[in-house]
């Protein structure tokens, strides 16, 4: 046998068996307030800080590089089981929907087969091969830019009931949202130039990135400003362990 | 009836020679599903709701292949890969330094000078192997643990590490970029209007945008100033204007997105009349 294959195989084995052993100390030590509260927050705190103190080392310092390389790939490899929990919902929900006959139920088929036939050529063969190739090009490509497509009839119909000028407010909403539709296109310099006095003294377009360089880079601002900051006071509140939502219902 | 006898000269699924096109397969398919997802826009049907689980399971199968062999891959498999065959040579050799294949002579020469003996050698090995990849592991399987009630306050480890790593770098990069550097863009210099020679309609316009920018900018911030009430001769005119800055930013934000889904919407025509019904170039 391959020893390539030999070692997988061991490496899975092995992972199993771990699981299984946290799991079992999961369960035993569950009790414990010290590790189910305080060592959490330590983490967080220690993982946190030692972020900060990061970007008080030179880049050229080894010890910047060897912080940056560690803490990426543990985010990396931690994110990665974390989707695995996702797919593990979704698997489940879909099989209980079958089992159980559920409304609907014939399309769980639908999505478990997609599912798992495109995790078996994409596992097996990686990017480069060709049943992958085909499922992503031919199926998942255009049926994601179709969805984000059909989105465009939608907010048509919800622009429609939201934008009617009932206030100053919406009214200036509208004009915007108008003036920069019209000047994105050829056709809406056309339909522009059909728009008494105001088309002889100003260019659709050149209003468009008017209103983008002046109102909308201070409305953008002025909120980017509002939310960092918020966004700052947050996460010390996380680091110091005042805010321990992400512990879940328990806390 | 044929359907180019209707004028209609759909791309083809075999080939000249009457071999099956994977193209055309591929191309048929990709428009009735297409087709399956634009008729959601008539009313909920069984052929969007195919469409749709379709694409849920393709989705969730094509994060999981990318995440895979995007991250988990390169980050975790291939390291201990790597570091196994290369420990599994040290443990066997009877000499050190340890020739192997996989170690150029540099390398051999650098793990004798750092590491002197094959006992420290093997320990700063396993270390290595144990902060670098064993570590995230167990944490990456506490986070599955979630999925038994029982031991589910296991995934509190990794949650908080991962918390702790955006919470640490939100503070200095978003301090940095967020917050320092937008104000420092706002100090714009009315310089050049103070010190113009005759009448620049280039400068004058381009201080009035400034001015425009700056005054907009610090009322729309009066508006999120809630501390006190929008009252008096400079809060309330000011938290109004304010109001006006942020419904024009939002309404030109809204154009900006309607026109990205156009041109997608435009982009699946193309593909249907183009490639599928050949009747676009």
């Known amino acids: 046998?391959?020893?390539?294959?030999?070692?997988?195989?061991?490496?899975?084995?092995?992972?199993?068996?771990?699981?299984?052993?946290?799991?079992?100390m999961g369960q035993t030590l569950r009790t414990s307030l010290f590790l189910r509260r305080k060592l959490p927050l330590a983490f967080c705190f220690i993982m946190g800080v030692t972020m900060i103190f990061q970007f008080f080392i030179p880049p050229e310092n080894s010890l910047y590089k060897e912080i940056?390389?560690?803490?990426?790939?543990?985010?990396?490899?931690?994110?990665?089981?974390?989707?695995?929990?996702?797919?593990?919902?979704?698997?489940?929900?879909?099989?209980?929907?079958?089992?159980?006959?559920?409304?609907d139920w014939q399309y769980s088929i639908v999505l478990l087969l997609g599912f798992f036939i495109t995790i078996f050529y994409g596992l097996r063969d990686g990017f480069e091969g060709k049943e992958f190739d085909f499922i992503f090009n031919y199926m998942y490509v255009p049926m994601q830019s179709t969805m984000f497509s059909i989105l465009a009839f939608f907010v048509a119909s919800a622009a429609f009931r939201a934008f009617r000028a009932r206030s100053r407010e919406a009214t200036l909403l509208l004009t915007a949202a108008v003036i920069v539709m019209l000047g994105r296109v050829e056709l809406g310099s056309v339909i522009w130039s059909y728009i008494p006095v105001v088309s002889r003294y100003f260019d659709v377009s050149e209003l468009a990135q008017w209103i983008n360089t002046v109102f909308t880079t201070a409305g953008q601002r002025a909120i980017l400003l509002g939310a960092s900051l918020g966004y700052i006071a947050a996460s010390f509140k996380i680091l110091l362990g005042i805010e321990r939502s992400y512990f879940g219902s328990e806390e | 009836m044929p359907l180019f006898m209707l004028g209609l000269n759909f791309k083809p699924v075999f080939e000249t020679g009457g071999a099956v096109s994977v193209e055309g397969i591929g191309i048929w398919i990709a428009a009735l599903l297409t087709l399956g997802i634009y008729s959601f826009l008539y009313k909920d049907n069984f052929v969007y709701k195919f469409s749709e689980y379709l694409f849920v399971g393709i989705s969730a199968g094509y994060t999981l292949v990318l995440t895979f062999h995007k991250y988990l891959k390169p980050s975790l498999i291939e390291p201990l890969q790597e570091y196994s065959r290369d420990f599994y040579h040290i443990i066997t050799s009877s000499s050190f330094p340890v020739v192997n294949p996989w170690?150029?002579?540099?390398q051999t020469q650098l793990i004798a000078n750092k590491f002197g003996t094959q006992f420290q050698f093997i320990f700063w090995f396993t270390f290595k192997i144990f902060i670098f990849y064993l570590f995230p592991a167990i944490l990456g399987l506490m986070m599955i643990s979630r999925v038994i009630p029982s031991a589910a306050w296991l995934s509190r480890f990794p949650l908080a590490t991962i918390v702790g790593y955006g919470s640490g770098i939100v503070i200095v990069t978003t301090l940095h970029a967020s917050v320092l550097e937008q104000v420092k863009a706002s100090f714009v210099s009315f310089a050049p209007l103070l010190h113009m020679k005759g009448i620049d309609w280039g400068i004058i316009a381009q201080s009035a945008n400034d001015f425009i920018l700056v005054f907009g900018l610090c009322c729309a911030i009066i508006y999120f100033y809630f501390s006190a009430e929008h009252k008096g001769v400079i809060l309330g005119p000011a938290s109004n204007f304010g109001i006006w800055v942020l419904m024009i930013t939002f309404g030109a934000s809204f154009g900006y997105t309607v026109m990205a889904r156009i041109s997608l919407l435009i982009g699946r025509f193309q593909f249907l009349l183009g490639d599928w019904m050949q009747l676009v170039k």
């Open chain 2, 103 to 106: 170690m150029l002579d540099w």
């Open chain 1, 68 to 103: 940056e390389d560690l803490s990426t790939k543990w985010i990396q490899i931690i994110s990665s089981f974390a989707l695995v929990i996702g797919l593990i919902s979704l698997v489940t929900m879909n099989f209980n929907k079958i089992s159980r006959k559920y409304e």
């Open chain 1, 1 to 24: 046998m391959d020893k390539m294959a030999l070692f997988n195989g061991f490496l899975i084995i092995f992972f199993i068996v771990l699981f299984v052993l946290l799991i079992v």
